[in-house]
């Protein structure tokens, strides 16, 4: 029977898009090498791009902190407002949370003209 046949279920069905979508929270982070990480974090796992690549990690349980790690070596920890980035191999990776809201074309600024104000 087709969906559109079926109010209710197109109905819950579209809810239940919108709550997946609603639990992942996209957070930017400026890294101490310069690069941005780029996150989607949900209860239990997290989307983690940086510098060209991408990883899919679970969440674990810790005490203070929220850690995502995956079987492939890579982990990111959460405390307030900075996260590590580790990576098998290489040195860990300290970014500081970029808040969006601020970024100057969230605020309808050119960003040359935010660096020119920045200055003075």
Same mark, same amino acid.
């Given at each position: 029977? $087709? ?19 609603? +639990?992942?929270?996209?957070?930017? +982070?400026?890294? #101490? !090498? %310069? @690069? =941005?990480?780029?996150? !989607?974090?949900? $209860? ?5 791009? +940086? #510098? @060209?690549?991408?990883? =899919?990690?679970?969440?674990?349980? #810790?005490?203070?902190?929220?850690? +995502?790690?995956?079987?492939? %070596?890579?982990?990111? =920890?959460?405390l307030k407002n900075q996260a590590t980035?580790?990576?098998? %191999?290489? $040195? ?7 808040? &969006?809201?601020? &970024?100057? #074309?969230?605020? %309808?600024?050119? $960003?040359?003209?935010? !660096? ?5």
């Amino acid at each position: 029977m $087709p969906l559109l046949k079926r109010p209710r279920l197109a109905a819950g069905l579209a809810l239940a898009l919108a709550s997946v979508a609603a +639990y992942a929270s996209p957070a930017d +982070y400026q890294c #101490e !090498d %310069g @690069g =941005t990480l780029t996150a !989607d974090f949900s $209860p239990r796992a997290a989307q983690v791009r +940086y #510098e @060209g690549q991408h990883w =899919t990690l679970q969440r674990v349980r #810790e005490a203070r902190e929220a850690r +995502y790690v995956s079987r492939a %070596g890579v982990s990111i =920890t959460l405390l307030k407002n900075q996260a590590t980035l580790e990576r098998k %191999g290489q $040195p860990s990776l300290a970014c500081k949370l970029v808040v &969006r809201a601020l &970024r100057p #074309e969230a605020l %309808g600024v050119a $960003p040359a003209a935010a !660096d020119s104000a920045a200055q003075r």
